[in-house]
């Protein structure tokens, strides 16, 4: 298949760049190239390209810029999806497009997850943006994945590892405070990658939850991390209102996995396990930047 892929130099659209030029031609315009927000470049760049299947990992993430700068929000988060999904139409191709559980409000009762079908409600300017581009995908792309997934970290782009990382190693014996109130899946994005690419070979359909296996609160998740890595910054207890976030973020973001496991797709495995793999393959060079930063 030839895939063309947005957003290839940011964290996901690194991993999927890699995982699926093992078995298949991929294509990954420059922003410069192919700016998703023009109806006329899109159109273009598509019938230059003529992909099997377009994978939109493009977005604007800053959750706290998004309060403030609507404009430039809807552009990316909202208008270049909608691009995306109608060029997909016109060219007869899929639309893979990346959307989170900030679609979700958060005020399910722990362990209860989020299963696809709930319905969504968001509550931040970043959440709103992300529910709106799914609905541009689902109103305009006949043959669509929309994928909600939650904390991915990986080796690009700004994570929870590295902005953990970098308070840890510049605070040594202060205390690091981190919420012990909000639990998620954190979730590799090579490993998500790989999931895209099982979805996208068979031919799946649809909105997907994909995250690791099993839950962990972003305290038990800082105080894993900094074991693992031997790093002796002492990690207390806070909760999310401490933090005085500009923007609202939910407690509960647990995803269920439930229709990649129906149909026998689901390829995610325990947080603790990836991130372990993740640790080892790129630990030594997380250190080596934290501290340089």
Not at 67 to 81: A, C, H, L, Y
Not at 162 to 173: C, N, P, Y
Not at 203 to 229: M, Q, V
Request: glycine share 8%; charged share 25%.
């Amino acid at each position: 298949m030839k895939i063309l892929i947005t957003g290839s130099t940011g964290m996901l659209g690194s991993e999927c760049r890699e995982v699926f030029s093992r078995d298949h031609e991929v294509i990954c315009p420059a922003k410069d190239d192919m700016d998703i927000i023009s109806w006329d470049v899109v159109i273009e760049k598509l019938g230059e390209i003529s992909p099997d299947v377009i994978i939109n990992c493009a977005g604007f993430t800053d959750m706290k810029a998004c309060e403030t700068e609507d404009f430039t929000v809807r552009k990316i988060n909202v208008e270049g999806p909608r691009n995306l999904a109608q060029a997909s139409a016109r060219f007869g191709c899929k639309m893979v497009h990346i959307s989170c559980g900030h679609v979700f409000d958060g005020k399910k009762g722990m362990p209860q997850p989020y299963f696809e079908d709930d319905p969504p409600h968001p509550i931040s300017a970043y959440g709103i943006s992300k529910l709106e581009s799914e609905t541009a995908v689902r109103g305009n792309s006949p043959d669509y994945i929309i994928v909600r997934s939650n904390c991915l970290y990986g080796i690009k782009g700004r994570n929870l590892v590295k902005s953990i990382l970098a308070e840890a190693v510049t605070r040594k014996k202060r205390p690091l405070r981190v919420p012990e109130e909000q639990f998620a899946s954190p979730t590799w994005a090579y490993r998500l990658a790989l999931q895209i690419k099982t979805l996208v070979e068979k031919e799946g359909r649809g909105t997907y939850h994909l995250t690791a296996g099993g839950y962990c609160s972003r305290l038990e998740f800082a105080r894993y991390l900094l074991k693992a890595l031997r790093l002796k910054t002492p990690v207390e207890p806070c909760g999310l209102r401490d933090l005085n976030y500009p923007f609202a973020v939910p407690a509960n973001c647990l995803l269920e996995n439930r229709l990649s496991k129906k149909h026998g797709l689901n390829v995610m495995v325990d947080w603790k396990k990836d991130l372990s793999s993740f640790l080892r393959k790129y630990g030594k060079q997380l250190l080596k930047e934290a501290r340089a930063a």
